[in-house]
Each structure stands twice: as C-alpha cells, then as structure tokens.
C-alpha cells in the first residue's frame, strides 16, 4: 500500500500553492501519493488552468473521496503560524502528525523554512523525524447550568468585550476560588505553545512547550492585581461575565472559533485529554528557536563570548567539580578532616596602600588654641583706644 501524505496549504496565497505543487512533485518522484483536501484541490486546479501557477498538471488523491485521514501517515502544512491552526482543527478528530514549512512572518510552530523544504519533504520519505505532543485545552461555556458551548484550542482561548465603547466586567478564579474582579480589555487563557502568541503580545510570560501548565493574562485590566498566572494543568481556571454593567462578550478559540457570551455567562477551561501532534525534524532547543524567532540581541556591551572565553569557562568548571569530588572523597573517607574558616586567613597578594597619618585634635587641643589666640586680640583692641599726649 502506498503511503500517503496530506498536503494542507493557504490557498490564498500563491507563494504557498507554488511550495505545495513542488512538495507534491518531490513525494511523487519518491513513490509517496500525495493527497489534498477536495477545496484546496480545486482552488489550485483553478489557479493553474488561469495561468497563476506555472505548472503542467495536478495528479493528487481527494481526501474524503479516494482516501481518509486514517489513511494517510503524516500531514505537510505550508503556510504561517495561521495555516497549523486552521491544520489542526481540519485533523481534530484523527491521531495525524503535522510537520509545518514556515511560509509566513514569525512561525513559531513551523518546523523548518521554505528555503529547507526538499529537505523536509526528505525527512518524510525517509521518516526522519520525531513527534512530539503539545498540549491542548477543553473550553466550556456555561449560562446557569446549561452548556451552551464546547470547544478546544491549541494556544489559547481568549475573553474578549464586544463593545469597544465599555468594559468588560470579569471575575478569574482558580479551581473554584475566585481570584479578582476587574474591569478589562479581555482575559487570555492559554497553553505553554499559546504563550508566545496572543497571551506573549498581553504581557505573559514565555513557557517552554515541554512544560504544563496554563497561563492566564489580563488585558489591559483596570486593577491593582491584575498579574499573568500560571496554574496546574490539572486545575480549572475560569472567568465570569458580570451581570451589573450588562455587557456581553466574545469568545475565541486559536483566533478561529467564536462564542458570544452574554451576561452571566462563565467559561471554564481546563486541560484537553486530546494534545496536538508535531513532527520535529531537527530537535532545535526552544531557547535557540526563541533567539531566532524573536531576532533576539545575544551580544552585551562586552562583546561576544570568544573561543578564549569559553575555554575560560570550561576550565573554571572543571575546576570545581574536582573540588566538588575531593570534597565528597573527603566526606565519605574515615579521617578527620579540619576546616578552618576562610576569613582567618590572610588575602593573598594584598599590599596595604601607603597613607599619611591624620592628625587627631582633642578637646583639650581646642581650648589651648583659644588661649593662645585670646591675648593676640586684646593687644590689637588696645592698639585702637585714643592715647592722651
């Protein structure tokens, strides 16, 4: 049986609907089927029948018509950080893999350029990768005891006013436990891959993807403490709408999925027994691909760290785990070992600088000086007075 693999692209996009015909030529030459959704088919169908897109045909299998997504091994997603989104809800419902080609701006969830697609599109066909589970979360909204909604994300689930004149009144809470009321912009819950996207830009903290945890983040909260929280992952964060200003809101999910919510409405969140699947071909450190991303500055006003340097550093190191092994050879041996204190000690190779003694003058001193001084004054005062010649 041939191997399948699903090629998801931004259609709108022409730059992506090229990358995506020379993905499908390269797993064709390799012996793999490509296969597209039946929409984005057409949509390139149309584009190279126009004229917008220099090529001689499109040989792809339909998904849903020739094949399933049980069928198919591994999904190519190219496009922006916006195409894995939209990726990840078309496959919710299967255990499919998605190995993104950044084709957009920043591309956190992207796994490789496009300048690397042959050899990402190499590392499929020779299954030359890893898949790693990102967490998802379960978002309910409840009026009274009703479920009106239930919904998932993969980076985050947001709170937002739909007046842009008023407020939104809210409540947080922690497992049951209200936290603060305050009036805000909105409220950002999201997951440790969520956190370098809305809930970054609200003023989070980054989380490391292999963390879990959720994080919650005002915006734009008129409060004392209105602080970013990062809770337990098996907790229960929520936030309710106020009824006393009668204003509704909105919700988002992954900036796709929307929910209106009305006064009194609360929305739980907590985490989703489904996590996303991504597959890594190279397993770059996230603090690596934060520098990268971000185009963050490494270089301070010393300089760069020079080869010099951190042969410096290494040897310093060095240095102590030997002291930290004869320490511990000491400690486990039967002898007596006996420490004096390290401020009894003379500094080495300290020279005492070169003073003049001050002069102390006491008391004693003073009044001596003011007798002295006295009898000079009174002979001047005498030199004045009129003589009688």
Not at 6 to 19: F, K, N, V, Y
Not at 210 to 219: D, G, I, N, R, T
Not at 375 to 389: G, Y
Request: include cysteine; glycine fraction near 6%.
């Amino acid at each position: 049986m041939s191997r399948r693999i699903l090629i998801l692209a931004h259609t709108g996009r022409q730059e992506a609907m090229q990358s995506a015909l020379q993905a499908i030529e390269l797993l064709r030459e390799a012996g793999l089927t490509p296969v597209m959704m039946p929409h984005d088919a057409t949509v390139v169908h149309e584009a190279i029948h126009n004229g917008v897109l220099s090529a001689d045909g499109l040989t792809v299998e339909s998904l849903n018509t020739e094949s399933t997504l049980h069928d198919v091994e591994l999904g190519m997603v190219l496009g922006g950080d916006g195409s894995v989104l939209r990726a990840a809800e078309m496959v919710r419902e299967s255990d499919l893999p998605l190995m993104a080609v950044n084709l957009g701006h920043v591309g956190f969830l992207a796994e490789a350029e496009q300048a690397d697609l042959d050899r990402a599109v190499a590392a499929v066909v020779n299954r030359d990768y890893l898949v790693e589970e990102r967490m998802a979360i379960d978002v309910k909204v409840l009026v009274g005891t009703h479920l009106v909604a239930h919904t998932w994300a993969l980076n985050e689930a947001s709170v937002e006013k739909s007046n842009r004149e008023r407020m939104l009144e809210v409540v947080v809470g922690v497992d049951d436990r209200p936290i603060s009321s305050f009036g805000c912009d909105g409220v950002v819950m999201a997951t440790p891959t969520g956190s370098t996207a809305y809930a970054f830009s609200g003023g989070g903290p980054i989380v490391w993807p292999e963390v879990q945890a959720m994080l919650m983040v005002p915006l734009s909260a008129h409060a004392l403490f209105a602080r970013p929280l990062v809770v337990s992952p098996e907790s229960v964060i929520s936030v309710d709408v106020l009824q006393r200003t009668n204003e509704s809101g909105v919700l988002w999910c992954d900036g796709r999925r929307t929910v209106d919510l009305p006064a009194g409405a609360r929305i739980e969140v907590t985490r989703s027994t489904s996590p996303v699947k991504l597959a890594r071909v190279s397993m770059t450190p996230f603090s690596e691909r934060l520098v990268r991303k971000f185009d963050l500055p490494t270089e301070g006003w010393r300089g760069t760290i020079t080869e010099s340097d951190r042969a410096a550093i290494e040897a310093r190191e060095r240095t102590r785990r030997d002291q930290d092994n004869w320490h511990q050879t000491l400690a486990n041996s039967q002898g007596i070992r006996i420490v004096e204190p390290h401020h009894m000690a003379p500094r080495p190779e300290v020279v005492p600088p070169v003073t003049t003694p001050i002069p102390v003058v006491t008391k004693a001193d003073e009044e001596e000086i003011v007798q002295v001084r006295r009898p000079a004054a009174d002979e001047h005062d005498r030199e004045k007075e009129p003589r009688d010649d």
